[in-house]
């Protein structure tokens, strides 16, 4: 949300947006059922395999 939108603001935030959509494929999460205590421990463990994904990324594109 901005008070100034814009082009790049939106190109931005759709460039943003595609990042997240890669991340939900499949490989973030292992395959199984969750049951969280709150959204802020959902969260936790959605940005933790997040970071796992991107640091697998990393190497593996550093190793090729």
């Known amino acids: 949300i901005s008070r100034e939108p814009s082009a790049a603001k939106l190109m931005e935030a759709a460039r943003w947006n595609d990042s997240l959509a890669r991340l939900g494929a499949p490989g973030v999460f ?6 969280y205590r709150s959204h802020e421990e959902a969260d936790e463990a959605w ?3 997040a970071v796992d994904r991107v ?8 190793d090729a």
Do not use: D, E, F, Q
């Open 30 to 35: 292992p395959k199984g059922v969750y049951c």
């Open 47 to 49: 940005l933790s395999a």
């Open 55 to 62: 640091v697998a990324t990393v190497i593996s594109r550093r």
